[in-house]
């Protein structure tokens, strides 16, 4: 399993992510033996957020009452969990009171008594950075929360939130995958007058968390875009892409999703690439793929049959 370094924390952890969002419907053993896979890979980084499962907290509980970690279990782990969304409306929710009471039952929920990484749950327009600040420092004085990061946040939201914070922004967690890449492929096609892909959306994201040892956390890397279905095995909208997974697949004798996964870990930002699967197989087949070092060809080949310009 490849390492990668999260530099603000001070930590090595794998480059992939096991993230347990839908394990909320999942048996005590499948819960079990879906992280039991993660760890025999070389996994032990764990994501979940308050609002995963169909009640708050729902999937972190799951997780607490299959797992039954002892202490000592419990500290071979990386437990990361975010806050700031909520479900009714929805809306978010950066105020000093959210954050404590969120932290506090994501802390009861899973067993534990201390949350490694804590993220804010995508942008709250109103967010005022002198109460995410003070709620960092509770936090982190009282043991709680050693680590603080963000899930989609501009450079501009960041470097806001840092006009107050005296911890640092360790992560940021942004979707990413092979055809949904304009975090990367923007840059690809700078001063193209007429291309949609010129265009700047994220104001130089990625060299920014690079700039500054912020960590990129890749989230949905087998999906097509917002909301939408996996592009591994979519030949309807995706058969140029497939063609090339399945070459290089064989080539590596790894699995398209593997590819897929190996894409975004051959990128020179050192991202963690998390994973949304609940099925452990899917799991092995990321992993392998992690390891694999495309070429620049390989790689930029994925990235026009995914339909991006490469001038």
């Not at 090595?12 to 879906?34: F, H, N, Y």
């Not at 070389?42 to 202490?71: K, L, N």
């Not at 290089?248 to 190996?262: M, S, W």
Request: contains cysteine; negative net charge; charged residues 20%.
């Amino acid at each position: 399993m490849k390492t990668i370094e999260i530099p603000q924390a001070g930590m090595t952890a794998p480059a992939l992510v096991l993230g347990l969002m839908r394990i909320a419907a999942k048996s005590d053993d499948e819960v079990r033996e879906l992280v039991r896979t993660a760890r025999e890979q070389g996994i032990d980084f764990i994501d979940h957020a308050d609002i995963y499962g169909p009640e708050p907290h729902a999937c972190e509980r799951r997780f607490a009452e299959a797992m039954r970690m002892t202490p000592s279990e419990r500290a071979q782990l990386t437990i990361q969990t975010k806050a700031g969304i909520v479900r009714d409306g929805p809306y978010f929710d950066f105020s000093y009171e959210h954050l404590i009471e969120t932290v506090n039952g994501s802390l009861q929920a899973l067993g534990t008594d201390y949350i490694d990484i804590l993220l804010l749950h995508r942008p709250d327009a109103l967010v005022e950075p002198e109460e995410v600040a003070r709620a960092f420092e509770e936090l982190h004085t009282a043991g709680k929360v050693r680590h603080f990061g963000v899930s989609n946040h501009t450079p501009g939201q960041i470097e806001l939130l840092k006009t107050a914070l005296t911890r640092p922004i360790v992560a940021n967690q942004l979707q990413l995958s092979v055809p949904h890449a304009a975090l990367i492929t923007q840059g690809l096609a700078a001063n193209m007058v007429g291309l949609d892909q010129s265009i700047s959306r994220d104001a130089g994201l990625l060299d920014y968390c690079r700039l500054r040892g912020i960590t990129v956390q890749a989230w949905s890397p087998s999906h097509a875009g917002f909301g939408t279905g996996p592009f591994v095995g979519d030949r309807e909208n995706f058969a140029e892409l497939n063609d090339l997974l399945d070459e290089l697949a064989e080539r590596y004798d790894v699995t398209p999703n593997g590819i897929a996964t190996a894409w975004i870990t051959r990128h020179p930002a050192q991202m963690q690439v998390v994973l949304g699967t609940t099925t452990p197989g899917r799991v092995v087949e990321a992993a392998a793929g992690s390891d694999v070092v495309l070429t620049r060809p390989e790689w930029y080949g994925l990235a026009r049959a995914a339909g991006h310009t490469v001038p």
